[in-house]
Nanobody
Framework: QVHLVESGGGLVQAGGSLTLSCAAS????????MAWFRQAPGKEHEFVAG????????YYGDSVKGRFTISRENTKNTVYLQMNSLKPEDPAVYSC????????????????WGQGTQVTISS
């Protein structure tokens, strides 16, 4: 059974930084593209960042480019999201996802999802 477990969410001041982690089990991690999505109340899932299977290529949503960095450690079955310069519009539940396709930016392209971790920004 596949499990994706996020951690690292919490309360941080605007302008601050936070690093999220997602630990995967039950799948051959290195054969899956990984991504982070976020969902704020009343809104749809928004693509935040994605990384290809080997970690060579990363893609970002326009709203986080230059501030967030996605990375992965295939030896640890873990994907990370380093978030810097956090803004008042960044609060959401952040979820990691694993997809068999090379890389996608829509939720439908991902096969497995974690439960999510809440990120809250204080101004």
């Amino acid at each position: 059974q596949v499990h994706l477990v996020e951690s690292g969410g919490g309360l941080v001041q605007a302008g601050g930084s936070l690093t999220l982690s997602c630990a995967a089990s039950g799948l051959t991690f290195s054969t899956y593209a990984m991504a982070w999505f976020r969902q704020a109340p009343g809104k749809e899932h928004e693509f935040v960042a994605g990384v290809t299977r080997g970690g060579i290529n990363q893609y970002y949503g326009d709203s986080v480019k230059g501030r967030f960095t996605i990375s992965r450690e295939n030896t640890k079955n873990t994907v990370y999201l380093q978030m810097n310069s956090l803004k008042p519009e960044d609060p959401a539940v952040y979820s990691c996802a694993a997809g068999r396709a090379p890389l996608g930016t829509t939720p439908a392209q991902y096969n497995y999802w974690g439960q999510g971790t809440q990120v809250t920004i204080s101004s």
